[in-house]
C-alpha cells in the first residue's frame, strides 16, 4: 500500500490556518509551516506536518505562547542570549539564527543560546539560513530525554540533534544533520508503524539489555547514543549528546538532561524544573571571517567533488554528500507532492475538523 | 609482562633536551614537551613520547620548522587564520588557542583555523586551556587519511578528533576528547603489539568488506567511521569527520581529505597540494557572555551530579563524565609514574643515543 499524496501548496495552506486558529500572527503562521513543511519536503517526515497536533495539543496544555514576546536577555559582540517566552520553536529558533546571522555580519561569528523555547522542528532548516549569506550555519537542541548514556538504565538525554551548513559554489551546499543516537526516533516510529523490529544496537531494554522490539521506549527502555555499544563507542555518542544538551540549555538556561520538557501533553514536565522550556544553540559564521569566499567556496567544491568520486564498495552506488539525499528527496516531493502516512492524514482530518477546518 | 614505569620528571627532562636539540627554543620545547606529556599523563598513549621520534624525523625531512614565524595572516573581532609556518602542531595549536582566548575576551567568542601545521598532539590539551579563563574550549584537526566514508573504499579522512572543554563550580570540567572514528588508531596499535584481533565495525578490508585484522591498514583496509555500519549510523561518524576537516583546513586554507600530508616521514605528502600543511580549528567562548559564570558552573555541577548518579546497567560499576578516566589516570600516574611500552622505549633509547643523550 502506498501512501496517499499531497501537493506542497494544499499542506501549507492547511498548516497556515491550523497555526493561525491558534493565535499565531500571520507573520509566525507562515514561519511555522515554513519549517514544518521543509521536513516534509526533505523526507525527515516525522518532524513534518506529523506534529502539527502535538504543537496543538501543547497549545491547548497552555505550554505554548502564540503571541510570545522573543527577546534578547544578555550579549556580547558575538553572543547572545534568547528568552522564548514559551513560543513555538518553529518560530524561535528562526528568529534566534537571524540574530547570529547578525552577530556574524559585524563581529565575524554569531552564537545564540535560546531558552524557554519548544521543539524546533529540524536542525536543518535553521543552520540553512546562513547559507545565503555566505555563512556556515550550525544549530542543535535539546529534547525530552528518552537516551541513556553509555552503562545507563536511566534515559537522561534527547536525541539532541546537530546541524552543520557549509555553502559550496556551484555544487549544492555540505548540509549534516543528524540525531546523536545510532538511530533517530522517527525511524523507530517508522518500525513501530510496519511492526518490524528493530536492529541491535539501536535501544536497549528497561534494565539495559540490548533490544530489538521497536516498542521498547513505551516498557521503559531507551535509545542508545551513537555507537550502538561501549566496544564500537557510545561514549563517543554521549559525549555528543551532551555537548549538546550543555551548549542549548546549560548555557542559555533551560532545563536539560532529565528535566528537559516532554514534547506530548499528556505527559507533565517535571515538577522541579532546573530553567526555562527547552534549549537551542544556533551559530553562523562568516565564510570570508576566514578566507574570501570565492577562494573557500572553490575549495568546497574541490571537496565534494572528490569525496563524490570516490570508489565505492561493490554493490554500493556512490558516496554521498551529507545532505545530498534530503535535498533530493526535496525536488522529488516539490515536484510529484508529499506522501503522508494513512495514521497522519487521519490526525490531520481529526485536527481540521477541531478548527472547523477540512484537510 | 608489566610495562617499565619512568617518573613524570624523568621523561620530561628528556623530552625538553630533544626538542631543543632540534632547534627549538626553550619556550617552544617546554610548551612542545608539556603537550606531548600531557597525553601520557591521561593515559592516551599513542599520543605521547611514542610520537616524539616521529616529529623528529618529520624534522630531519625538513618537513617541521623548529622556529617558526606563526602569524595571524587575516582576522575580525572573534575570528583569525594562523599560518603554522611549517612549526610544531603542539607549539602552533596552543600559540592559535591563545588567540582564540584574547578574541573571546573582547567579542565573547574566538574561533581560529590554522593551516600549515602539523600534528597537534591530544585535542584535549588545546581546549583545557579555556578552562582556567571561564571559558569553554574547543579543538579539532584534520590528519592523515586513513578513514574510508559510508560506502567507500577509498581512504580520505583522518581519525579528525574534536575535543570540548566545558568548566564546572566543584565538580571537575567535562572534557570530552574523542576521534571521530568507531575506535582511534591507537587502539588498533594496542591490538596489533599484543596481536590481538579488533572487533568487527573498527576496520573494513581494502575492498570495503568488514575485517578483523588489526594489521588491515597495511594492506589498504581503512578505518571506520563513529557507527560502524550504515544501519548503525556510520553516515553520521561520517559527517563529524567531514566537519572537522572542512573547519580545520578549507577554513583555514591546509590540506584536507586525501591531500593531507602523512604524519610518517617515510611517506611523501602529496605532490598536488591544496592548501598548506595539515589544520586545525580552535574555539573558546567566554561563559558570562551568555549567562553569569557562577550561575552556569552551578548548573554544570548539577548536570554532572545528576549524570555520574545515574542508575547503571548490573554490573557496571558507574556512568562516566566526559574526562573521568582522563583525569583519573593523571592523577595517579602523576603520583606513580607513566607506564611506557618496552618497543617505545627502545625508540626513545635510540632517539636519545641520535643526540647523545641518555634515555
Given amino acids: 500500500m502506498?501512501?496517499?499524496?499531497?501537493?506542497?501548496?494544499h499542506l501549507k495552506s492547511f498548516s497556515l490556518q491550523i497555526?493561525?486558529?491558534?493565535?499565531?500572527s500571520d507573520e509566525h503562521a507562515t514561519l511555522a509551516t515554513d519549517v514544518l513543511l521543509r521536513a516534509d519536503l526533505r523526507g525527515i517526515d516525522s518532524h513534518g506536518l506529523a506534529r502539527l497536533s502535538g504543537y496543538v495539543r501543547l497549545w491547548e496544555a497552555g505550554r505554548i505562547n502564540t503571541?510570545?514576546?522573543?527577546?534578547?536577555?544578555?550579549?556580547?559582540?558575538?553572543?547572545?542570549?534568547?528568552?522564548?517566552?514559551?513560543?513555538?520553536?518553529?518560530?524561535v529558533a528562526p528568529k534566534a539564527m537571524e540574530i547570529a546571522i547578525d552577530k556574524a555580519r559585524i563581529a565575524g561569528t554569531g552564537w545564540v543560546a535560546v531558552k524557554n523555547s519548544n521543539h524546533f522542528g529540524i536542525a536543518g532548516y535553521h543552520s540553512m539560513m546562513a547559507l545565503q549569506h555566505d555563512m556556515i550555519g550550525m544549530a542543535m537542541t535539546n529534547a525530552s530525554p528518552l537516551v541513556a548514556p553509555t552503562f545507563s538504565v536511566e534515559r537522561l538525554l534527547g536525541t539532541n540533534p546537530i546541524c552543520v551548513a557549509i555553502p559550496a559554489q556551484n555544487q549544492p551546499a555540505f548540509v549534516a544533520d543528524f540525531a546523536t543516537t545510532t538511530a533517530a526516533n522517527g525511524k523507530l516510529e517508522?518500525?513501530?508503524?510496519?511492526?518490524?523490529?528493530?536492529?541491535?544496537?539501536?535501544?536497549?531494554?528497561?534494565?539495559?539489555?540490548?533490544?530489538?522490539?521497536?516498542?521498547?521506549?513505551?516498557?521503559?527502555?531507551?535509545?542508545?547514543?551513537?555507537?550502538?555499544d561501549r566496544e564500537h563507542g557510545s561514549h563517543k555518542g554521549y559525549c555528543l549528546g551532551a555537548w549538546v544538551d550543555i551548549f542549548s540549555a546549560v548555557l542559555s538556561g533551560a532545563n536539560y538532561g532529565p528535566w528537559v520538557p516532554p514534547f506530548v501533553s499528556f505527559l507533565s514536565p517535571p515538577a522541579d524544573p532546573v530553567g526555562n522550556g527547552i534549549g537551542?544553540?544556533?551559530?553562523?559564521?562568516?565564510v570570508d571571517a576566514f578566507r574570501p569566499s570565492d577562494e573557500f567556496k572553490a575549495h568546497m567544491d574541490n571537496w565534494i567533488t572528490r569525496f563524490r568520486a570516490a570508489q565505492t564498495i561493490e554493490g554500493e552506488e556512490r558516496v554521498l554528500i551529507p545532505g545530498d539525499p534530503e535535498r533530493e528527496t526535496s525536488a522529488e516531493r516539490m515536484k510529484s507532492g508529499i506522501p503522508l502516512n494513512p495514521k497522519v492524514v487521519e490526525d490531520l482530518k481529526h485536527l481540521g475538523n477541531k478548527f472547523s477546518l477540512s484537510f
Fill in 190 to 228: 517508522i518500525l513501530q508503524r510496519k511492526n518490524k523490529e528493530a536492529p541491535l544496537g539501536w535501544i536497549q531494554k528497561k534494565n539495559g539489555e540490548p533490544s530489538t522490539n521497536a516498542h521498547e521506549l513505551k516498557d521503559g527502555g531507551a535509545l542508545i547514543p551513537l555507537g550502538s
Fill in 67 to 91: 503571541t510570545p514576546n522573543i527577546r534578547i536577555v544578555h550579549e556580547t559582540p558575538s553572543t547572545a542570549v534568547v528568552d522564548g517566552d514559551s513560543g513555538l520553536g518553529l518560530v
Fill in 280 to 286: 537551542h544553540f544556533l551559530g553562523a559564521m562568516r
Fill in 19 to 24: 497555526f493561525k486558529a491558534i493565535g499565531c
Fill in 2 to 9: 502506498t501512501d496517499p499524496i499531497f501537493s506542497y501548496e
